[in-house]
């Protein structure tokens, strides 16, 4: 596994499997089967979580079968973690090393940052990433503009001009005496802080113009774009926040659905290699005399068709 096909964002490609459905739940499945027979020779541990439980394959000076001499061949050290809850497969992750204590320590922090984010309690928010940092966004900027349209509704509109309605509303809601208010009582002088500030801004000219349904729906929605882009760049930066600290080799690990697919891939080309060996062995046996290379590029040129 010495392509380099790390993330940019490992936290994003994690939760990409944590969050599968259907069809691409399958895809886990199928990889984590096929890992016990890519990594035969591989020394395997187990490490708890509070959910769930990492099952890790790690290997020491692998050399990938080939048909050719593997004696020229590099080899590399490599694990491969599978995280399950229960008995099913949730993400995998795999990388070019077999230090123990560093795949350890990895492993217990991707956890408590990501997979197994305690909610309410954690920093960053669990529910701030940036695939939902725009929507969770929205979502407090909708909040946001609906308290600031009560609220001009009352301050502008309804407590200036009907004062004697809103206390009357207020005797049936709260059981408030009416009568307990004489006419020069500070609600039937109350004035509207949201027509000061619009007097304070705009000049007399534009204010007619400042308190028009345009300029309140523009009031309305502006709060849900600044909120919204606050959170989108605010989702990016809590990625980059659950990543600190982690091992500098780990950018380029393969996470969730990259390492599923290389997973598949190295099955398919051992598969293949194997073939290729069983092959070759059998035609030399049966008297066949052809350069193992030769054999192979003939093999491949087979397959292609």
Not at 59 to 79: G, M, Q, V, W
Not at 265 to 289: H, P, Q, S, V
Request: net charge positive; hydrophobic share 40%.
């Amino acid at each position: 596994m010495n392509r380099n096909t790390g993330s940019n964002n490992i936290p994003l490609s994690i939760r990409q499997t944590l969050n599968a459905r259907f069809e691409r739940m399958d895809l886990i499945n199928e990889s984590a089967g096929k890992v016990p027979d890519l990594y035969k020779k591989a020394d395997t541990d187990a490490m708890k979580t509070r959910k769930g439980t990492w099952k890790i394959y790690i290997e020491h000076d692998y050399i990938p079968p080939s048909i050719i001499s593997p004696l020229d061949a590099n080899s590399y050290d490599r694990f491969c973690a599978i995280y399950f809850r229960g008995s099913k497969p949730y993400t995998i992750i795999r990388g070019n090393t077999a230090n123990k204590n560093e795949i350890f320590d990895f492993l217990k922090k991707i956890t408590r940052k990501v997979i197994e984010q305690i909610p309410f309690f954690s920093y960053p928010k669990k529910s701030l990433t940036e695939e939902n940092g725009l929507s969770y966004g929205i979502r407090i900027g909708l909040i946001f503009s609906i308290l600031i349209a009560v609220f001009v509704l009352f301050d502008y509109m309804l407590i200036p001009n009907y004062p004697e309605a809103f206390l009357q509303g207020a005797n049936m809601s709260f059981g408030i005496d009416v009568n307990s208010h004489p006419l020069d009582s500070k609600i039937l002088e109350y004035e509207s802080i949201t027509r000061l500030i619009i007097e304070s801004i705009f000049p007399p000219k534009y204010r007619q113009l400042s308190s028009s349904m345009y300029t309140l729906a523009g009031i309305f929605i502006l709060p849900i774009l600044i909120f919204g882009f606050f959170y989108e760049i605010g989702g990016k930066i809590a990625d980059k926040i659950r990543m600190r600290k982690l091992p500098i080799g780990s950018k380029t690990y393969q996470y969730g659905f990259n390492a599923i697919e290389e997973i598949l891939k190295d099955a398919n080309i051992i598969k293949n290699e194997e073939i290729k060996i069983e092959c070759y062995n059998k035609f030399t046996k049966n008297g066949l005399a052809m350069e193992k290379l030769d054999f192979e590029n003939l093999f491949n040129e087979i397959l292609k068709k």
